[in-house]
């Protein structure tokens, strides 16, 4: 079950950088889902460069659904989305000299020199886009049950985003930008830094922030299937991300549990907490609160200044010059994976504790 | 697979902090491991509430197994661990009142009113036990294959450990220790706030961080099976921890690519890296480097000052004042459990690249 | 994922014979399923040996749950039941001797010389106990669905029971006897049989066929979780059982398709087949129709008389004359084993297509 | 989980009959398995149908392979390999009349319908087609480790084959055919029997007997993963089969314990056992000798002849006359589908217990 994951929802992710073709095989969903192809393509959309933010590989992405759908519905059976590569450049990359922060030197050690080692192979984050034509599928289905996501750049070095405020609103803001802040002067400096920093020939990381709105309470399981134990998964899957939160995360190391705690109260007949300082989850399962978490994506390895690596055909010490095309910053990209990957995770929770049948109700 | 978890080697967890007894039953060891009962004695030791920091429920964790070991070896069959409750005292506990931060409320809506609600029930910290005893015989065979883990107090509020340094020596360190700092006056100072906090009927979070020494390069899988996937999954199954991250972590928010890339050169005939920022983990597969990460463990929730709840028979809001035996900080606690969840994500991982057979070579 | 089994409603079994203790942890149930103790009880004594038909082993198999039940309700979390071994006397075993037909030596080469050898050590028979435990609960609660399984002995050697004609009655019947043919001579003819070649030193096999009434259509998955597939996994962990067929099975072979189809027809407003040659299955999906499925169960290998065998210490060639307590036959304690099996595979599938939700509807 | 199967080398199977494509994810293998594409092609070859004994579609069967294969070499992560539909007339298919002994109903009900019902949809043969490819690869995985597979038709109504004599000769002349009987006259025999019946417009069934060569000792797990347990499930999973046997399996229950059991002995300093009742396989665990089982093949659902049904748009019954292109027989085109089934399920129990290194050894 390597790149196999989900247990009502399973999904296997195929594909290489350079290779002829990805995808992604998606099973478990009821029949009679309907399958919105220009959501699908949206969301492809936001995934894609743009500008001078990002690499200036610009592939089409044009999927194709080759079965599990009929006649615009889920028919019940696995739904296998495929998206050809189109533009490798493969005489871009050196395979003796790996790129210090990439997965080049620990793949070559893995698969012992057999690695598809053009542009990354299987670890490019190109694989990421079968992963999102997945992830929209959830997000309608997610959406048609009341429960919608959102995520937005918090932060990128000095620079920072405001808090999710009224989330319903908020939530529909992130999605309808390309570059998803919440507030749009601290997106167009944010733009601007990563511009600038791209053209001194380095790269930059930031923090992603996810709002779930709308998840009932009593998903997740005690222990080794907590809400957090199984998104943390799935989000770590994301290339370059390198830590997860929830509610205060980090902080809840500064604080004293009279302040951690989030006290009940009834509001209109409803239970809610009166803050929500531990984002939506207690003892690994959902209290009814907002889902809120944030990711930390590292600032893309690629960039083009002078590094020092290896040969690891004469393994000798070696200087590396990167060409091709490469990302100045990938979490503004990453943003609509991080929605999908929450999106697929909470599905498989929800159909273990609903049963599938409720996806339709 | 609720509360089962691991491809190669599994663990099954149950039982009820006040119920009869709590176990775990680990499967897929090879046969002819030593299993070391001083050892799992020694880690449950660690784990047990000791002087003021700690709850004054007292269990004396013997623990026996029932299966899977004859003649001081594994069979190869599964070893089913058993620990006996013996001094429950549910009448501390009041179950229409959910105590805030805890499972209490969602475990209700879960399930639907049957749930153990004495001691919280299958939520309870007790469950940890039968972890730590499974982690005993994994850490075990990790050291026999020349890996060892170590996991010290990183932080607690606004008191502070210094860093790993000397990585054997500090691992060794921690393992020595009951309250486990590198510095010693840290780790005073650290009891001594706890205590003081205690006192004041209150509680306090800190954040864990664990080093993996001698873990090969090559181990991990691209994608949903990589080392952090794998890893955050077992340590969020930890009731209070609420984020992990890997080497620099959040903190690579705050970088460019320059900096945050570890340059690879070769050191005495080895391939190492220069600096260390990705925790030893490069797109989802070890390079060879130390593991580092850290665990963000909220304040335990049981405070002993009124805290707002509502009342589940009334459905109206409710004052709550806690009575019984608790903790004014995990954390100390969770460590030896950090260490345990670590050796038994490593060791399926190890399995799944090299085979049973190699744990005994 | 060795001694686990099952996606939604997973089992780990673990145990020896002549270990402290053999059981079952058994997840995934939802909360509010009421436990009958007393049926669990039952069905453990259909499973006991009796009379001069089986082994004079007689253990008491006294089991307790020592979590996931409350106020005699499944709290949703993980249920252990364990079950103490009390008779055992290894003297009678030799663990150089392999016994013809049974696992000794497959086990002495995969387990390198550590097994436990004792009575067969996790191979024994006895490790249905608890199988047959979960698979009470299991019963139980299709029963409360309007399921309903049975088991009859349709074949030892020439003597022969009829076959299953009013599903409803018959499957009454079997569960009401402890020697189940639906014909009562045929069945004393079969027990005089069985206790004569148990007389004369020998062991002998049988063919189990078992009806399973009230099964919606729709159940199973297409290919890897056919009905056929997932219902033979199971049967086929029973030991001794060597063949699976469904309907016809075997039969299909001397058949044309026009007699092996099974026509639809409207009955009473219900679409039912007019025959039933395809055992309630087309396509790996139950179709409403009865389920019936046979299995073959190989006779004891343990017989008294004289064999060949091989020494394991002098690697030569050797005679074994058995000692101890062993049964002329197991498929009459084995037909609740298969019964068990049929429940804990359905309940799985049937969770898997309307959620564990549905359970209590 | 529901079109995945496997542990360590996974499948995810997608495609339906009239869809656009069918295909497979093969996960798991090490990196640097050499890839034979003609051998994969041959494979395919047999599994096509021929002559007047097949149905008239003729699809190409060329597979292309977009993933996971790099200069000629497995690259160790997911191979993805499609083969294009091209030849569909979904014109012959009425969706409203289910044919008795197929799907139709079944999925139906299950799909509530949104199934794709032309051609069968996900439930069609075709979909054995990318199983043979991913089976081609781990045949000669197998191969390469000494261990040869080798399927004979063994009877077809009145009809028979000899038994297997000498294994590794045989096994050699079942893969050299197209229509593999190890009688000559027998296949004769056979092909004109099914051109008799499919000229009565009419098919039939058969039964496929399967032998493995070189399987080592100790391979399969006790109880739940058993090599008939797993076995039996990959068998199951081939539509149309209804029962599978080891060994003596039905015939068990005509026999005395004394007859049943395999006596062991040496023989060239090597422990074999004089008989092999057993197919191999003792407690569920590989013996060292040839493995020994068979499939029951039920006849082709799909007869010309008129056949009763219903209509599910009236819910009245019909009368269906079937047009199209259908097999009269399938199971000597089964045949490499069982060989297939068998290399997938050996090799993951193998890869279970050697490590996935062991393949390259």
Same mark, same amino acid.
């Given at each position: 079950?390597?790149?196999?994951?989900?247990?009502?929802?399973?999904?296997?992710?195929?594909?290489?950088?350079?290779?002829?073709?990805?995808?992604?095989?998606?099973?478990?969903?009821?029949?009679?889902?309907?399958?919105?192809?220009?959501?699908?393509?949206?969301?492809?959309?936001?995934?894609?460069?743009?500008?001078?933010?990002?690499?200036?590989?610009?592939?089409?992405?044009?999927?194709?659904?080759?079965?599990?759908?009929?006649?615009?519905?889920?028919?019940?059976?696995?739904?296998?989305?495929?998206?050809?590569?189109?533009?490798?450049?493969?005489?871009?990359?050196?395979?003796?000299?790996?790129?210090?922060?990439?997965?080049?030197?620990?793949?070559?050690?893995?698969?012992?020199?057999?690695?598809?080692?053009?542009?990354?192979?299987?670890?490019?984050?190109?694989?990421?886009a079968p992963v999102v034509a997945a992830g929209?599928?959830?997000?309608?289905?997610?959406?048609?049950?009341?429960?919608?996501?959102?995520?937005?750049?918090?932060?990128?070095?000095?620079?920072?985003?405001?808090?999710?405020?009224?989330?319903?609103?908020?939530?529909?803001?992130?999605?309808?930008?390309?570059?998803?802040?919440l507030d749009e002067t601290a997106g167009q400096n944010?733009?601007?830094?990563?511009?600038?920093?791209?053209?001194?020939?380095?790269?930059?990381?930031?923090?992603?922030?996810?709002?779930?709105?709308?998840?009932?309470?009593?998903?997740?399981?005690?222990?080794?299937?907590?809400?957090?134990?199984?998104?943390?998964?799935?989000?770590?899957?994301?290339?370059?991300?390198?830590?997860?939160?929830?509610?205060?995360?980090?902080?809840?190391?500064?604080?004293?549990?009279?302040?951690?705690? #989030?006290?009940?109260? $009834? =509001? +209109?007949? @409803?239970?809610?907490? %009166?803050?929500?300082?531990?984002?939506? *989850?207690?003892?690994?399962?959902?209290?009814?609160?907002?889902?809120?978490?944030?990711?930390?994506?590292?600032?893309?390895?690629?960039?083009?200044?002078?590094?020092?690596?290896? #040969?690891?055909?004469? $393994? =000798? +010490?070696? @200087?590396?010059?990167? %060409?091709?095309?490469?990302?100045?910053? *990938?979490?503004?990209?990453?943003?609509?994976?991080?929605?999908?990957?929450?999106?697929?995770?909470?599905?498989?929770?929800?159909?273990?504790?609903?049963?599938?049948?409720?996806?339709?109700?």
């Amino acid at each position: 079950m390597k790149s196999v994951i989900g247990k009502n929802i399973t999904l296997a992710l195929y594909g290489e950088s350079h290779g002829a073709a990805i995808g992604i095989v998606m099973d478990g969903l009821p029949a009679g889902i309907k399958i919105d192809t220009d959501f699908i393509q949206s969301q492809l959309d936001k995934r894609k460069p743009k500008g001078k933010i990002s690499t200036q590989r610009r592939e089409a992405d044009d999927f194709v659904i080759t079965s599990g759908v009929f006649n615009g519905f889920s028919t019940g059976t696995p739904i296998h989305i495929m998206i050809e590569n189109k533009t490798q450049k493969s005489s871009d990359y050196q395979p003796n000299l790996p790129r210090p922060g990439h997965a080049d030197y620990a793949a070559h050690i893995k698969y012992n020199g057999f690695e598809d080692w053009r542009g990354g192979g299987h670890f490019s984050g190109r694989l990421t886009a079968p992963v999102v034509a997945a992830g929209a599928i959830a997000l309608n289905i997610l959406k048609n049950k009341g429960i919608t996501v959102g995520t937005h750049i918090k932060k990128c070095q000095h620079l920072t985003d405001r808090d999710f405020e009224n989330y319903a609103e908020d939530i529909a803001l992130c999605n309808s930008k390309y570059f998803a802040t919440l507030d749009e002067t601290a997106g167009q400096n944010m733009q601007q830094h990563i511009e600038n920093i791209g053209a001194d020939c380095d790269s930059v990381g930031g923090v992603l922030e996810t709002c779930v709105l709308g998840m009932p309470a009593g998903v997740g399981e005690p222990y080794f299937n907590s809400v957090e134990s199984v998104l943390s998964h799935y989000l770590f899957s994301i290339g370059g991300v390198k830590g997860v939160e929830f509610g205060k995360g980090f902080e809840f190391a500064d604080c004293l549990g009279s302040q951690a705690n #989030d006290p009940f109260e $009834m =509001q +209109n007949g @409803k239970v809610v907490t %009166k803050t929500n300082n531990n984002g939506g *989850i207690n003892g690994g399962i959902s209290n009814g609160m907002p889902l809120i978490f944030r990711v930390a994506v590292k600032p893309t390895p690629s960039v083009f200044k002078e590094q020092d690596t290896i #040969d690891l055909t004469s $393994m =000798q +010490n070696a @200087k590396l010059s990167l %060409k091709g095309r490469h990302d100045p910053a *990938i979490f503004h990209r990453a943003r609509v994976v991080a929605d999908s990957m929450t999106a697929l995770a909470l599905l498989d929770l929800l159909v273990q504790r609903y049963g599938e049948r409720w996806l339709l109700e």
